[in-house]
């Protein structure tokens, strides 16, 4: 399996940018997907970002135009650039990897992914 860490977590003021990092034991282009997730109190995880290695990539509604995933192979690197936060982003923000996805049409589906960090907690006070 894929190990993974995730870090660049913090807390800032409404509309201000956090990078968030995710390392990897392995190159990012041995996953078929790499994504981001996250998981606030009281709310299912949800699908935030995600890259078809290689390939295109996927956001959720609520982050496009301010979230931009990019890959780093050259560093093992799954990175996700958030600007323009909002108190609604306020989340456990996980990093996870497919190896083997379950129907490789849903890149922002928890249920493709094999391997998960432990995630970084990210605050956006208004």
């Known amino acids: 399996q894929v190990q993974l860490g995730e870090s660049g977590g913090g807390s800032v003021q409404a509309g201000g940018s956090l990078r968030l990092s995710c390392a990897a034991s392995?190159?990012?282009?041995?996953?078929?997907?790499m994504g981001w997730f996250r998981q606030a109190p009281g709310k299912e995880r949800e699908g935030v970002a995600a890259?078809?290695?290689?390939?295109?990539?996927y956001y959720a509604d609520s982050v496009k135009g301010r979230f931009t995933i990019s890959q780093d192979n050259a560093k093992n690197t799954l990175d996700l650039q958030m600007n323009s936060l909002k108190p609604e982003d306020t989340a456990m923000y996980y990093c996870?990897?497919?190896?083997?996805?379950?129907?490789?049409?849903?890149?922002?589906?928890?249920?493709?992914?094999?391997?998960w960090g432990q995630g970084t907690q990210v605050t956006v006070s208004s």
């Open positions: 890259v078809r290695t290689g390939g295109s990539t």
């Open positions: 996870a990897a497919a190896r083997s996805p379950r129907s490789y049409l849903r890149p922002l589906s928890s249920y493709e992914y094999d391997d």
């Open positions: 392995e190159y990012t282009y041995t996953s078929y997907f």
